[in-house]
């Protein structure tokens, strides 16, 4: 990996996109740390450490929602529309037509995404400013108030996502993903001097964890990086006149694809009432549902019920994503046309529903390991409560290995292209 970034940095055209990067990441990174007006960020300090969905967020924007900074929303909106976006497509026949109309279509739909952001953006940061409201913090209540902070959330994350473009188009990676990345590698240290800290109760407890964490990173690593290989077949065809020899090619499946939204959307569900009661903290029944400890109640973090629906909901919504994402009958279709069968399948139905069994079969064992990742923060609080408060999501981990794969590929990816045009010249 230090390899790769070496000979990037060696390549002049690299390395002026490699130094654009770390200006926006420099900008991003000031941003994070100037305070929305009207706001006394100190009655925020216990907003954001409960472990729970707004302790998710303030990781990904960097500690920028505990601040209630300028960009206290993040890329959270972003990502919010980016998702429903992507499931109305799959379900709606006439996005999914606009979808295969080539790079026009996918203009389009990449527009509509940043419409629904500004709008989701425009929901969550009232839903902010409520909580924020309830905790003291807002020292001026008043009506332009309201206006000019929910006008400076907004803006903070359309701004985002035009410095998010700007990686895109003249640094290396994609832009959102970058930004999220950066962020969580600032709460680093943080989280470090916190483990130090509990270090003092129980050393062994520590040490214990520590070890658990290494194993765990090695396996999201080794995770990413698995795919179902599928063997496909082509006969010899004639293409634009020259005959093509038989060959034999692999049609890759990703097995961590759906893992991140799938924890995703099972932490968004099981945190959704204490969400509400952080809201609304008079309401009789949320908070019952917030607070109570018995062993039957699933929205406690510190019930076992909680753990296991959690761990459920994840295999769940890993397989549902799978179902509605992957098209199994444009993929055997497609192979049929290109004259594409898997040995020992038949071409057409046969290979849809071969394809969709491999599918199911995939998504449920990435949904498993997904869930053991999710819980395992969980885990780690029960058996010292010290731990309970510590950011060990396996969302992060799975973000990071991934945007860092990601990255790395890109770069070679670059590096082999100017390879071969110094070859040619």
């Not at 509400?276 to 019930?303: G, V």
């Amino acid at each position: 990996m230090f390899e790769i970034f070496t000979k990037a940095w060696k390549t002049k055209e690299l390395q002026k996109r490699m130094l654009f990067m770390l200006l926006i990441v420099f900008i991003y990174r000031l941003g994070n740390h100037i305070t929305v007006p009207y706001v006394n960020p100190k009655a925020l300090a216990n907003l954001t450490n409960q472990g729970d969905l707004f302790g998710l967020y303030n990781l990904i924007s960097g500690g920028a929602l505990g601040r209630f900074s300028l960009f206290a929303l993040g890329v959270v909106p972003y990502i919010n529309a980016s998702i429903i976006v992507q499931l109305l497509t799959a379900a709606i026949p006439a996005l999914e037509n606009l979808q295969k109309e080539g790079e026009e279509g996918r203009k389009k739909i990449q527009n509509w995404t940043r419409y629904a952001s500004i709008a989701i953006g425009a929901l969550q940061a009232y839903g902010t400013y409520v909580l924020v409201a309830n905790t003291g913090a807002i020292t001026n209540r008043s009506w332009h108030v309201l206006v000019l902070i929910l006008l400076t959330l907004v803006a903070g994350t359309v701004f985002l996502m035009w410095l998010g473009d700007q990686i895109t188009t003249y640094g290396i990676g994609n832009g959102i993903s970058v930004l999220i990345f950066i962020n969580i590698i600032s709460r680093l240290p943080q989280s470090l001097q916190q483990l130090t800290l509990t270090a003092s109760t129980d050393p062994m407890t520590v040490i214990l964890v520590v070890l658990l964490l290494l194993a765990l990173f090695v396996g999201v690593v080794y995770f990413s990086l698995g795919e179902r290989r599928i063997p496909v077949q082509y006969a010899g065809r004639m293409v634009n006149g020259r005959a093509m020899k038989a060959q034999t090619q692999h049609l890759p499946i990703a097995v961590a694809s759906s893992a991140v939204l799938g924890i995703i959307f099972a932490m968004s569900m099981m945190e959704f009432p204490a969400t509400l009661h952080q809201l609304m903290p008079n309401n009789t029944i949320l908070n019952a549902m917030a607070t109570s400890k018995l062993w039957w109640n699933p929205f406690n973090r510190e019930t076992w019920m909680y753990v296991v629906l959690y761990f459920i909901l994840v295999v769940f919504f890993c397989v549902f994503y799978t179902s509605i994402t992957m098209k199994p009958d444009e993929m055997a279709e497609n192979m049929q046309k290109s004259g594409g069968y898997v040995n020992g399948i038949k071409p057409g139905k046969s290979t849809e529903t071969y394809l969709e069994g491999v599918f199911n079969r995939v998504s449920f064992y990435a949904g498993i390991f997904a869930g053991v990742i999710a819980i395992f923060p969980l885990l780690v609080g029960k058996l010292n409560p010290a731990f309970q408060q510590m950011n060990f999501g396996g969302t992060v981990l799975f973000i990071m290995v991934g945007v860092a794969l990601d990255t790395i590929r890109q770069l070679e990816s670059q590096l082999m292209t100017r390879h071969y045009k110094g070859f040619l010249k």
